[in-house]
């Protein structure tokens, strides 16, 4: 079954103390693999698409890599305003234009 | 409009009504998304509209849930005998075409079945 695993559930970092969530996926055929933003009673906001091993996008103070197994989403020096749940998605092969989204990871930074 | 623009923001039901929850999607986006939201579990999957062509409805959990969307814009999604499970927060989304992923995601609607 295809999946995407995020970890960990749940961060708390100071601000400014640099940190990575992970997100591990078994898809067979990965087309894509992406990450959203999503803030308290809002729906998910796009941030990346990355589509092939060794690819690497940048926002701001985040930035997302992948392997062939697993993506990161990196964040240097966050700032309060980073605090979201952080979800990940995959698109697979034969899978019709649906993302398998994992639970995703609360970023919680304090000021 | 700037956005996706979901209605109602939030629903409370009796268990056995049926709701309708709409979605206007962003002008000139082709492709459309249900996606449920449940606490503690991630998006699911729920319908998918593109252009004319015929919707993948694998996501749907039951026949008791359908989707429409009239005139390649507007799309309603509604739920007969609303059961207590059904409670969550659907999202819908658009995209200008179908491969694009940076898809905007509306605010949702929270669905309560009590």
């Known amino acids: 079954e295809d999946q995407v695993t995020q970890s960990p559930e749940a961060l708390r970092l100071q601000e400014g103390e640099s940190s990575s969530l992970n997100c591990s996926y078994t898809v067979s055929g990965l087309r894509g693999l992406f990450w959203y933003r999503q803030d308290p009673g809002k729906g998910p906001e796009f941030l990346f698409t990355l589509y092939s091993a060794g690819e690497e996008k940048e926002k701001e103070r985040l930035k997302a890599t992948l392997t062939k197994k697993e993506s990161f989403l990196h964040i240097t020096a966050p700032k309060p305003e980073d605090s979201a749940t952080y979800l990940c998605?995959?698109?697979?092969?034969?899978?019709?234009?649906?993302?398998?989204f994992g639970k995703g990871t609360k970023l919680t930074v304090n000021p | 409009g700037a956005g996706v623009s979901q209605s109602p923001s939030n629903k409370v039901t009796e268990k056995g009504k049926d709701v309708e929850l709409r979605c206007d999607p962003i002008?000139?986006?082709?492709?459309l998304y249900w996606y449920r939201q449940s606490l503690g579990q991630g998006l699911e999957f729920l319908i998918y509209f593109q252009g004319n062509s015929a919707p993948d409805k694998s996501g749907l959990p039951s026949d008791r849930f359908s989707a429409e969307r009239t005139g390649g814009s507007v799309s309603t999604l509604t739920i007969q005998r609303t059961q207590q499970e059904d409670s969550a927060v659907y999202l819908c989304?658009?995209?200008?075409?179908?491969?694009?992923?940076?898809?905007?995601f509306g605010s949702g609607t929270r669905l309560t079945v009590v």
């Open positions: 998605a995959s698109t697979f092969r034969g899978g019709s234009e649906k993302l398998v």
């Open positions: 989304a658009s995209s200008p075409q179908t491969g694009n992923y940076g898809y905007t």
């Open positions: 002008s000139g986006h082709t492709a």
